[in-house]
C-alpha cells in the first residue's frame, strides 16, 4: 500500500474516543511496536511514522511516552524528532531491559486497536504492518473454492452467523474475531480476511453488498473497500491474520482450565442406596411409635 493514498495525517491528534475507549495511547504503542521491528526503513516510511507519533504524543498519558520512549531508545534508527519530543513531553524515565517485554503490544491489544480505529487509522496500521511484514517465499494458497461459494452465499442470505463460522474454519481465528470481522461496521476486516483467503474481486464486491447493510448500503463505501483490496498486500494481509490468530490463542489459553477434569472422583463408584432397606427402617420405626403410643 502506498502513503499517496491516506487521507491527510493532520487530524490524527484529534482522534475521538470510541465507545468510551480512547484508543490513541494503543495506536502509538502499536506502530511504534511494528516500526522498531523492522531494521532499516525507507525515507517514506520513517516520514509517514514520525508525523504519526508526533501527531499523538501530546495526546497520550505519561505511562504510555514512558513506554515508546524505552522502546525507541534501544533501537538505533528511531528517528530524532520523535524521541526529541517525547523527551520534551516527559520528565527523563531510566529505561530498565526488564520492562521492556511489558512494553510491548500484544497480539489481543494490536487486535482491540485495530477494530476500534476508524478507516484512517486503519489504513495507517495496514501501511506499517506491510512495512515490518517480511516476505514469505511461499504464499498462502487460496482457500478451496467450495469454502468461498458457501461464503458468498451466507452474504447473499444476510447470514452472519454462519459467514463468522466459516471465517473461523477457513482462517483458524478464534469465534470473537470471526463475529467482529462480518460485523464490523465499517468493512476494512473482511477486506482482509478476502484478501488472505484469495477471494476474487468481484467476489468480494458481492459480500461487501450483502453482508453487512451498514457497508452495503452506501455504494461509494463499497468502492472504496474495493479500491483497498486492490492496494492490500498479502504479506500485510497475513501479518493481521497471524496477529488475529495469535489473539484468538492467547484467549483460549487464558480461559481454559489448568487440567481437563480437576474434580476428584472416587476410584470405585459409590455404591447405589437400598431403597428397600429404608423402606424396611421406615416401616420398624413406624411400628414402634404405633406400639408406644398404645402402651401410653
Known amino acids: 500500500m502506498k502513503s499517496a493514498a491516506y487521507p491527510p495525517l493532520d ?54 511516552r514512558d513506554a515508546v520512549t524505552t522502546r525507541l531508545a534501544a533501537y538505533p534508527a528511531a528517528p530524532a524528532a ?28 494490536l487486535a482491540t486497536a485495530f477494530f476500534m480505529a476508524g478507516s484512517d487509522e486503519r489504513r495507517l496500521i495496514l501501511d506499517s504492518v506491510d512495512a515490518a511484514a517480511k516476505p514469505r517465499r511461499d504464499p498462502p494458497a487460496p482457500a478451496p473454492s467450495e469454502m468461498l461459494r458457501q461464503l ?61 447493510s451498514s457497508i452495503g448500503q452506501s455504494v461509494e463505501r463499497v468502492y472504496e473497500l474495493a479500491r483497498l483490496y486492490d492496494e492490500l ?25 489448568v487440567h481437563w477434569d480437576d474434580e476428584q472422583r472416587p476410584t470405585r463408584p459409590m455404591a447405589a442406596p437400598d431403597r428397600h432397606r429404608d423402606v424396611r427402617q421406615q416401616s420398624a420405626a413406624a411400628s414402634n411409635l404405633k406400639a408406644n403410643a398404645v402402651k401410653q
Not at 511514522?49 to 499523538?56: H, M, S
Not at 524521541?83 to 512494553?103: E, I, M, V
Not at 504479506?235 to 489459553?253: K, P, S, T
Request: with cysteine; charged share 25%; glycine share 6%.
Open 233 to 257: 498486500t498479502p504479506g500485510a494481509a497475513a501479518h493481521i491474520l497471524a496477529i488475529w490468530r495469535q489473539a484468538g490463542e492467547r484467549r483460549r489459553q487464558q480461559h481454559a482450565p
Open 82 to 109: 520523535v524521541l526529541a519530543r517525547l523527551r520534551a513531553a516527559s520528565p527523563p524515565t531510566p529505561a530498565k531491559s526488564s520492562q521492556r517485554g511489558s512494553d510491548e503490544v500484544s497480539p489481543e491489544n
Open 152 to 212: 458468498e452465499a451466507a452474504a447473499l442470505k444476510h447470514n452472519t452467523a454462519e459467514a463468522a463460522r466459516l471465517l473461523e474454519k477457513a482462517l483458524g481465528i478464534g469465534p470473537d474475531i470471526a463475529t467482529r470481522i462480518v460485523r464490523d461496521r465499517q468493512g476494512e476486516p473482511i477486506v482482509i480476511a478476502a484478501k488472505a483467503l484469495g477471494m476474487k474481486a468481484a467476489m468480494l464486491q458481492r459480500v461487501l453488498l450483502f453482508l453487512n
Open 11 to 64: 487530524g490524527l491528534v484529534d482522534l475521538a474516543c470510541r465507545d468510551g475507549v480512547d484508543i490513541r495511547p494503543t495506536l502509538l504503542r502499536v506502530l511504534t511496536d511494528l516500526y522498531v521491528r523492522q531494521s532499516t526503513h525507507t525515507a517514506d516510511e520513517e516520514v509517514q511514522y514520525t508525523e504519526l507519533a508526533l501527531g499523538l504524543i501530546d495526546s497520550v498519558d505519561l505511562k504510555t
